[in-house]
């Protein structure tokens, strides 16, 4: 069993910028991938961004070029970084974890953007 933790959600102006942290209660490394799927009212989940343990990275392209997913190994975190953010990202932002085939998922933290 693996508890995520994620932390650092809340409500901006368009063109600023968040930083949601995710800690794991167990090595990352041990993970086949991590990441973020974010869910906006009516819509369905999207996964945002996603590394693998190797350190590959994707992106959905609405975000390319303004968010970046990292990772903090001593600290059993991944973390990412939100900027220039826009209205469409407001969403509930959940963490992930996949190992040994099974999905793991933080409780989520909202994402608020206003124009």
């Known amino acids: 069993q693996v508890q995520l933790v994620e932390s650092g959600g809340g409500l901006v102006q368009a063109g600023e910028s968040l930083t949601l942290s995710c800690a794991a209660s167990r090595i990352i490394l041990s993970m086949r991938s991590m990441g973020w799927f974010r869910q906006a009212p009516g819509k369905q989940r999207e996964l945002v961004a996603a590394m693998s343990n190797g350190g590959s990275t994707s992106y959905i392209d609405s975000v390319k070029g303004r968010f970046t997913i990292s990772r903090d190994n001593a600290k059993n975190t991944v973390v990412l970084q939100m900027n220039s953010l826009k209205p469409e990202d407001t969403a509930v932002y959940f963490c992930?974890?996949?190992?040994?085939?099974?999905?793991?998922w933080g409780q989520g933290t909202q994402v608020t953007v206003s124009s």
């Open positions: 992930y974890g996949n190992s040994g085939g099974v999905n793991y």
